[in-house]
C-alpha cells in the first residue's frame, strides 16, 4: 500500500503542489483584504482588488519556484505577460460560468464550486503550456 501511495504521488506531485499553492493564495488574498478592511478605511471593493492582487503574486511566485521550477527558463516579464493574460481568461470564464449557472436556477454555491474547478484546470494547464512553458519527459 505505501508503494501505491508513493506513486502515486509522484505522478500527480505537481497537481497536489498547484492545489497547495492555490491555498495558499487564497489565504494571502483573504488575509490581505481583512488587515486592509479592518486598518484602513478603503471601501470594501478596494480591498478586495488589493487582496486578489496579493494572491496573484503569490500564485507567481510560488508557482514559478515550486510547480513549475524544472520549466525552461526565459524573459521574465514575458512570463509575468503570459501569467496575467492566464488569469484574465480564467477570470473571465469564471464570471461568465457563474453568471450562466445561476441564471439556470443552479444554487450560487455550487456554482462557485463548479466554476472554481474549471478555472484551477485552465490555469493550471495554462501555467503549464503557455506560463511557464514546461517540456515533460
Known amino acids: 500500500m505505501e508503494h501505491v501511495i508513493k506513486t502515486m504521488f ?3 506531485k ?3 503542489l498547484f492545489a ?6 487564497t489565504a494571502a488574498d483573504f488575509l490581505t483584504f481583512t488587515a486592509l478592511s479592518r486598518a484602513t478605511l478603503l471601501r470594501a471593493e478596494y480591498c478586495q482588488a488589493l487582496g ?6 503569490c500564485s507567481f511566485l510560488l508557482n514559478q519556484g515550486v510547480t513549475f521550477r524544472d520549466a525552461e527558463k526565459g524573459n521574465p516579464l514575458g512570463k509575468i505577460l503570459r501569467f496575467l493574460v492566464v488569469n484574465a ?10 453568471k450562466l449557472l445561476v441564471a439556470s436556477q443552479m444554487n450560487r454555491y455550487l456554482a462557485k464550486i463548479i466554476v472554481t ?3 484551477m484546470a485552465i490555469n493550471y494547464i495554462g ?11
Request: glycine share 14%.
Open 10 to 12: 509522484l505522478k500527480y
Open 127 to 137: 501555467y503549464k503550456l503557455f506560463v511557464f512553458r514546461l517540456k515533460e519527459s
Open 89 to 98: 481568461v480564467s477570470l473571465g470564464v469564471g464570471m461568465y460560468g457563474i
Open 52 to 57: 486578489y492582487s496579493a494572491g496573484i503574486v
Open 20 to 25: 497547495i499553492i492555490g491555498g495558499i493564495n
Open 117 to 119: 474547478f474549471l478555472t
Open 14 to 16: 505537481r497537481v497536489i
